[in-house]
């Protein structure tokens, strides 16, 4: 039985692994938080979209995960609540809905594409300043 100290996401957890038949490795328990915690590193930095006027932020990524499937694209009319797309985390899928009423003016993922959180996904704006 081996221990391991691993850290994901700025968080240590300490596990077990036991050699099974000399072949292969296999959790013997589930990672549990470590008694001792180290300084999260910073977070990584990435560039906003940018954004004409009359549009809002962009709606981001709640949590790493996989984009499962698009309900609509580009030019398309949304109303606050309508789900946009479904992302796949720690195999649930969630809706990602529009915040408010307008129209899709950008979207920056795909169906399958993997996305980390805080990922931007789409924009939202208003009909008017969407060029045709």
């Given amino acids: 039985m081996s221990k391991y100290r691993i850290t994901l996401d ?5 596990m077990e692994i036991e050699r099974v038949d000399g072949q292969a490795e296999e959790v013997r328990k589930a990672p549990v938080p470590a008694q ?11 560039p906003a979209p940018s954004a004409d006027a009359g549009q809002s932020p962009a709606v981001r990524s709640p949590m790493p995960g996989t984009v499962l499937r698009m309900n609509l694209a580009k030019g398309d009319r949304v109303k606050k609540g309508q789900p946009v ?10 809706e990602i809905v529009a915040h408010g009423d307008g129209v899709l ?16 996904l789409f924009e939202i704006g208003k009909e008017e300043a969407v060029v045709k």
């Fill in 10 to 14: 700025g968080k240590v957890y300490e």
């Fill in 36 to 46: 001792e915690t180290r300084p999260a590193p910073a977070p990584e930095t990435r």
């Fill in 85 to 94: 797309l479904v992302l796949e985390a720690m195999k649930m899928e969630n």
């Fill in 105 to 120: 003016c950008e979207v920056y993922v795909s169906a399958g594409d993997t996305v980390q959180g805080g990922a931007p």
